[in-house]
């Protein structure tokens, strides 16, 4: 699940220190690591990338449209973020089966081995697996059927409860979920500071860096990216 990274409507939470073209362009960065990431621990034939937005008129263009070759690229369904969520898990379990390993952009420091576990811990359960974040949501959702996931319609989004409520509405449903990994999503300037700190290998930290020492049009204005809190 991502959101075309552009100016002024990507990262808006980073835009403060790292400007708007600043957050676009770590957003890029993200989406890039992300997309290398399922790239890797899955084939051709195996990633849906459900996207809202022109992949043409955000930040590093050329290099997503690269990325996504292998991937079936489809329009998020739905008005608000739950209803793309159901619809996106919908989709993939429609065209791909399952299970279905469900991922946003704000992780980038996910590897391919361990989409592959939450993969394979979904299979062995027959059931939801789901992964806690740090600040309260979740950043991964792997459902075995399509079923699993409508409950998220229902759950209040990107909210300090939302991964307890989620929990609570699978298992309210029928479909109790086993937990992988808590992670920390990037939202905030200091969620991108540790993440970068904790992946330095991925482009997303190599953005960060690259802004830190002034090296990108998106440097802060009042607040230094190395202490950003």
Same mark, same amino acid.
Request: aromatic share 4%; with cysteine; proline share 7%.
């Given at each position: ?28 960065? /993200? !989406?890039?690591?992300? =997309? @290398? %990431? +399922?790239?890797? *621990?899955?084939?051709?034939? $195996?990633?849906?990338? /459900? !996207?809202?937005?022109? =992949? @043409? %008129? +955000?930040?590093? *263009?050329?290099?997503?449209? $690269? ?10 369904? +739905? ?18 089966? +399952? ?131």
């Amino acid at each position: 699940m991502a959101k075309v990274p552009v100016p002024g409507m990507a990262k808006t939470r980073l835009a403060p220190v790292a400007g708007d073209q600043g957050a676009a362009d770590l957003a890029a960065a /993200a !989406l890039l690591d992300t =997309l @290398a %990431a +399922g790239s890797e *621990a899955f084939p051709p034939g $195996r990633r849906v990338l /459900a !996207l809202t937005g022109d =992949l @043409a %008129a +955000g930040c590093r *263009a050329d290099e997503l449209a $690269r990325a996504c070759r292998g991937w079936l690229v489809v329009a998020q369904g +739905g008005q608000t973020f739950g209803q793309r969520l159901v619809d996106g898990h919908r989709q993939a379990h429609r065209r791909e089966g +399952g299970p279905v390993v469900q991922i946003g952009m704000d992780t980038p420091q996910v590897g391919a081995e361990l989409l592959r576990e939450v993969a394979e811990a979904a299979y062995r359960y027959g059931g939801p697996v789901l992964g806690p974040a740090d600040d309260g949501g979740w950043w991964v959702l792997a459902t075995t059927h399509a079923r699993e996931a409508a409950v998220l319609d229902g759950v209040p989004m990107s909210r300090p409860d939302t991964g307890r409520l989620t929990a609570a509405a699978l298992s309210g449903a029928g479909h109790p979920p086993i937990f992988t990994v808590t992670l920390r999503d990037v939202d905030l300037p200091d969620d991108a500071r540790v993440v970068a700190e904790q992946a330095p290998s991925t482009r997303f930290a190599a953005t960060w860096r690259a802004m830190a020492a002034g090296a990108l049009g998106g440097a802060p204005t009042t607040t230094s990216l190395g202490s950003a809190s």
